[in-house]
C-alpha cells in the first residue's frame, strides 16, 4: 500500500476534558502523522486513548496532564468511541493502536524512515526488528528492550540513532511518561506508545479474531485469554458509570 497524503483535517472533540482527535481512517493518521511531524522533521507523539486511561486520568491529576501534553490522542477503545458518538452525533471511527503502527511502519518501510523500537522482551524485540526488516525492508537505526533502568541513558541512545519514529512499548503509563521525557529532551522524532504491540505483531500473543473484533468484543475476547486483565477490565465499569452520570 502507497499511502497518499490525505491533507483533510481530522475534528477533535474532548473527553473529561481532554482532546481526542477522530479521523475517518487509518490511511489519514499516517498521512496527518507524516504531513505534520515526520515530513517537516518535528517532534511529536501520539496516545492512543481507551476507557481505562480515561478513567486513570479522572482519578489522577497528573495523569492527565501528560495526556494533555501528547501531540494528538486518538480513540482506540470501542467505549471511547462510543461515548465520543453519543456526544458530538458524528460516526467516529475507532483507530487501533496495533493496526496504526502496522502501517506507519509500512509508511518508513516505503519511505526509507528510520525507525527505533523500543520495549517488551529481548526475545520479542528482535523478533519483531527480523520480521520488520524481512517482510517490510525496514530502516531499523537501533532498538532495545524495556529492561533498563537508566531513562537518561535511553533517552540520549534514542537521540544518537538518529531515528525520526520511535515507537515505544513499555505498558501505560510507564511508556506515556518516558514519551513526555523524550519529547521534553527535545529529540526530533515523532513517538508513539504500542504496549503489547510487538506481542501481537510477533504472534506471540493472539488479537481477537475479526468476527470478535466486529462485534466490538476485542476486549472481551483479551480478558477471557488473559484472565489476569480483570482488575484492568474492571475500570470499565467505572467509565461507564462516569459517562452515564455525565461526568467525563
Not at 483535517?9 to 507524516?34: A, G, M, R, W
Not at 504496549?195 to 481477537?208: E, L, S
Not at 477471557?224 to 467505572?238: N, Y
Request: glycine fraction near 6%; include cysteine.
Amino acid at each position: 500500500m502507497v499511502y497518499a497524503m490525505n491533507n483533510t483535517i481530522p475534528s477533535k472533540h474532548s473527553i473529561n476534558d481532554l482532546p481526542i482527535t477522530c479521523f475517518n481512517e487509518i490511511n489519514q493518521v499516517v498521512s496527518y502523522i507524516s504531513n505534520n511531524y515526520i515530513t517537516p522533521q518535528k517532534p511529536g507523539s501520539a496516545i492512543a486513548i481507551n476507557p481505562e486511561k480515561i478513567v486513570t486520568s479522572y482519578q489522577d491529576t497528573q495523569t492527565k496532564d501528560m495526556l494533555g501534553k501528547a501531540s494528538f490522542l486518538y480513540p482506540d477503545g470501542i467505549g471511547v468511541v462510543k461515548l465520543l458518538q453519543k456526544k458530538t452525533g458524528y460516526n467516529i471511527s475507532r483507530i487501533p493502536g496495533c493496526e496504526l503502527w502496522e502501517h506507519l511502519m509500512r509508511y518508513a518501510g516505503q519511505n526509507n524512515t528510520p525507525v527505533f523500537l523500543l520495549g517488551a522482551t529481548n526475545s520479542v524485540v528482535n523478533q519483531t526488528v527480523n520480521k520488520l526488516k524481512d517482510e517490510l525492508n525496514l530502516n531499523i537505526s537501533d532498538f532495545h528492550d524495556g529492561y533498563f533502568t537508566d531513562e537518561d541513558e535511553m533517552v540520549e541512545r534514542i537521540r544518537q540513532s538518529g531515528a525520526k519514529i520511535v515507537t515505544v512499548a513499555l505498558g501505560s503509563p510507564r511508556q506515556e511518561y518516558f514519551i513526555e521525557k523524550c519529547i521534553n529532551a527535545d529529540i526530533n522524532a515523532f513517538f508513539m506508545g504500542v504496549g503489547g504491540t510487538y506481542n501481537v505483531y510477533t504472534g506471540n500473543v493472539k488479537r481477537a479474531p475479526q468476527s470478535w473484533c466486529k462485534l466490538n468484543l476485542e476486549w472481551l475476547y483479551r480478558l477471557l485469554s488473559e484472565p489476569t486483565r480483570i482488575g484492568r477490565q474492571i475500570k470499565l465499569l467505572k467509565f461507564v458509570q462516569l459517562a452515564v452520570q455525565n461526568k467525563i
